[in-house]
């Protein structure tokens, strides 16, 4: 290659790496959010949504709403170069309109288990134009999901997977518990449990008599969710409660909410921390 050619790749790759450094990001998820910090680009963020609160760099971007609806309106005000979403999170005319005002829009499909998780991460570092930043965190994730389950499925020789209901809750007006098939779903299982709801798939409303029939060990919920319900002592008086097994012996295991539905870099750690807190709720009683 002659000298000539040599200067016009590097100028070329300067001019890449310059235009990646001047990048405003908006993400619309906390799995979005803590992949781009983990791909150690995080001082290009420059709004995400209400769930981004990891980490604290994160936690004190604006947000781009109050809730999970999002305009085009609201985004187009950051002046961003690029919008990342989950999949089927922002609506259709709102994609339209941020690309229509010249505006990068990237939809990410999350998949609910380790394959997908690595290739959720590869995904991110590719639309951002961090190809080898991600092969690298795919990497060290992998290293570290191995091991993580590997110490689950050690830990869990010869005991029953406890069963685990996960409740979610806005107040005692909106509750819903999770099926197969979701995000939570999944989590409890690659945690060493057992969801205690099979008859359907994804989220439905939580009444008494399901609560009942699936007798869980342990009724799961996330932080929010259960300082909406008024804690635990108010959780385990709410109807039925105390017929169940978890009622019976006080198995309210409390998680942060954005580590439990982090199927991205952070997957091992919330999978170490859900096996660790079922581990301390059987235990205990």
Known sequence: MSRFYVIILCFVMQIGGWARAQQ???????SLTETIYGLGIGERMIATDVTSISPK?????????KNRSVSAEGL???????????????????????????????????????????????EVADAVGESAAGKNLVSRT??????????????????????VLFLYARGTGTMSVAGKGSSLDAMINLAGGKNAVQEFSDFKPYT???????????????????SSLGGEDAILKLPGMRITNAGKNERILV????????FSN????????LHRGFGEMMDSK
Do not use: C, W
């Open 24 to 30: 405003r990001i908006i993400t619309l998820n906390s």
């Open 57 to 65: 760099a994160a936690a004190a971007l604006p947000r781009v709403s």
């Open 76 to 122: 187009l005000s950051f002046k961003p170069s690029i919008v990342i979403a989950n999949e089927g999170d922002v609506s259709k005319s709102v994609i339209q309109q941020i690309r229509a005002a010249g505006v990068k829009f990237v939809s990410i499909k999350p998949n609910y288990s380790v394959p997908g998780a690595l290739r959720y991460i590869q």
């Open 142 to 163: 992998k290293v570290s999901l191995d091991h993580t389950m590997e110490l689950v499925k050690k830990e869990n020789q010869g005991k029953a997977a406890p069963k």
């Open 208 to 226: 008494t008599e399901a609560l009942v029939q699936a007798n869980p060990d342990i009724v799961l919920l996330f932080d929010f969710g259960a």
């Open 255 to 262: 998680m942060n909410a954005s580590l439990l539905v982090n």
């Open 266 to 273: 952070r997957l091992p750690d919330a999978i170490l921390a």
